[in-house]
């Protein structure tokens, strides 16, 4: 990279006298009445009429001087504008910007001081152009030592930019390399600093936290055994071969609700407090022998047991297979078996209860309707034998029975009268006499066998009772029918019954481990230096991405 040395600035303007007089109705601050040398005139337009022209002045020169000097103060844009408004309002013509800041300057006046700026917004143009004579006329009468200095301070800015400035046989190139390696020399010091301040902040943030944790796990934290066992909750299989329901018999999805409620009841309240109850839970953990992260206060409340006791029994279900995983810490492992012990034994409990009130009603019900059934049986078992007791030793009974065989003898001797009245047809000359007395013991035998049916219709006792006797004995078929139905009916209830009931059968028994299972000392390290590192990466990226919207 090269920079072209600093030189005298001259302009050469191709026009005549309309181009000065141009130049110079322009600026007005212009030197116009500076004399062109005749040597200078000479050489413009000598040189074969080559070319002709005029050289600037020295004002000229140095109004291009101070405006590039302006240039490089990094004004912006809104002060720039601000400083040509300044000028039209004071009636200064100007053809730029860096223009008007240039003769603002020269005359003392500081286009960025707010008083300046204020005089901008006034309605009047009269009124603007007389403040503008005042304030120049003050400007004039105060004098410059005594003046108030408005002009704006210049930020001088450091810049490592080879300087075009050369000394006396100093060789560009070396120059120049020598500004190169000073940059990188600068970049690297300032990268080596970047890295060593990151270096530390990650000492701080992260290495020190870690090598704590880690300090912890390896050496101060209290072993801990864990007790894994492995249960399921199964279900009677069924006696019927079909149907729909069958289908899921004997897998998971059947005692999948069962198991999910298992699993909140092993790690709710309700075991809890049972568990500290029956084998000292809470008092357990609150050893002294135990370190201060993991022990409980003497004082604890019970939220924070049970906090505990959540943190310790760990219960997963695979939903696939219905399986029940358990996994209890205790700081002996003694204490850890029996503990799963319990637990599953609560379980057992209620997985019991879960069909019990089912089964008991579709039994209350069963057993019921067979037990009225039964008395109704009886009840017209009774009536029948009360009747058939009536019908045959009662006194109705005695009665009826001396009828009937009154009836009988007398409807056998009409039997015999009727065969001997039949022996008298067949003779050639019967008796007369005979027949006559055989027909009339005929009538009188028929006579007295209506008289005694009639006795027997007009008590109805016999009729009666046979009536009685029918009903009662069609009563008791159909309440023997019914005790029949009821006990199917009970057996089909305790079938269903057994179908509801749930057990918990344990695949993998609890048995306590000879070796401590926690702390895993260097994945927990490990894992502690992984979230230290997330947090810290987190907020120097919120960091960040802050700085950066508050510098735009």
Do not use: C, W
């Not at 300046?116 to 152009?129: K, M, S």
């Not at 000359?429 to 035998?445: D, K, L």
């Not at 023997?480 to 695949?507: C, D, F, G, K, P």
């Amino acid at each position: 990279m090269t920079t072209k040395p600093k030189a005298q600035k001259f302009r050469i303007r191709r026009g005549s006298s309309t181009a000065n007089a141009a130049a110079t109705s322009s600026d007005p601050t212009l030197d116009t009445a500076a004399p062109t040398s005749p040597s200078a005139q000479g050489h413009s337009q000598g040189v074969g009429g080559a070319m002709s022209g005029t050289v600037d002045s020295a004002n000229t020169v140095t109004a291009e001087t101070d405006i590039d000097a302006i240039r490089q103060e990094g004004l912006t844009g809104r002060q720039l504008r601000m400083a040509r408004r300044v000028a039209q309002k004071s009636g200064f013509a100007v053809t730029s910007d860096f223009d008007a800041v240039r003769q603002l300057r020269q005359h003392g006046i500081d286009p960025f001081q707010r008083a300046n700026v204020l005089e901008l917004v006034t309605p009047d143009d009269g009124q603007t152009n007389v403040a503008a004579g005042q304030m120049r006329a003050a400007t004039a009468k105060v004098p410059a030592d005594q003046a108030r200095v408005q002009l704006p301070q210049t930020v001088q800015r450091k810049t490592s930019l080879p300087s075009t400035q050369l000394g006396p046989g100093e060789n560009p190139a070396e120059r120049r390399a020598s500004e190169i390696g000073r940059i990188q020399r600068d970049i690297a010091k300032r990268r080596r600093r970047n890295i060593a301040s990151l270096i530390g902040r990650l000492a701080m943030f992260v290495l020190l936290p870690t090598i704590a944790a880690g300090f912890y796990f390896f050496t101060i934290a209290t072993p801990m055994y864990g007790t894994k066992s492995e249960f399921i909750i199964q279900q009677a299989e069924s006696q019927g071969g079909g149907g729909l329901g069958s289908l899921f018999q004997g897998t998971g999805l059947a005692t999948q609700t069962d198991s999910t409620t298992v699993q909140s009841f092993m790690t709710s309240r309700e075991a809890f407090l049972r568990l500290d109850e029956e084998h000292g839970f809470t008092e357990h953990f609150s050893n002294p022998d135990i370190d201060a992260i993991q022990r409980l206060d003497e004082d604890a409340t019970r939220e924070a047991a049970y906090a505990m006791f959540q943190d310790l029994v760990k219960i997963g279900l695979d939903p696939a297979e219905g399986i029940l995983k358990m996994e209890v810490i205790a700081a002996d492992p003694v204490k850890s078996q029996d503990f799963s012990d319990a637990l599953i034994r609560y379980a057992e409990e209620q997985v019991d209860q879960l069909t019990q009130r089912v089964r008991e009603d579709q039994m209350s019900g069963a057993r019921a309707n067979f037990e009225l059934a039964q008395q109704r049986r009886q009840t017209a078992l009774t009536e029948l034998i009360t009747i058939q007791q009536e019908t045959e030793t009662g006194p109705v009974g005695a009665e009826q029975a001396a009828l009937q065989q009154r009836i009988t003898t007398l409807q056998v001797e009409l039997d015999q009268e009727q065969l001997n009245l039949a022996g008298f047809a067949g003779v050639r000359r019967p008796n007369e006499a005979q027949v006559r007395a055989t027909e009339n013991s005929i009538a009188q035998i028929e006579n007295q066998i209506a008289l005694l049916r009639s006795q027997m219709s007009s008590e109805g006792s016999l009729t009666t009772n046979d009536a009685r006797l029918r009903v009662a004995e069609e009563n008791y078929a159909f309440e023997v029918l019914n005790v029949q139905t009821a006990q199917s009916t009970l057996s089909t209830a305790e079938i269903e019954a057994n179908r509801q009931v749930r057990y918990l059968s344990v695949s993998v028994a609890p048995i306590a481990p000879d070796e401590p299972t926690y702390p895993r000392s260097f994945e927990n390290t490990l894992l502690a230096f992984l979230i230290f590192s997330g947090i810290y990466l987190m907020i120097s990226l919120t960091a960040s991405i802050l700085r950066e919207q508050v510098s735009a």
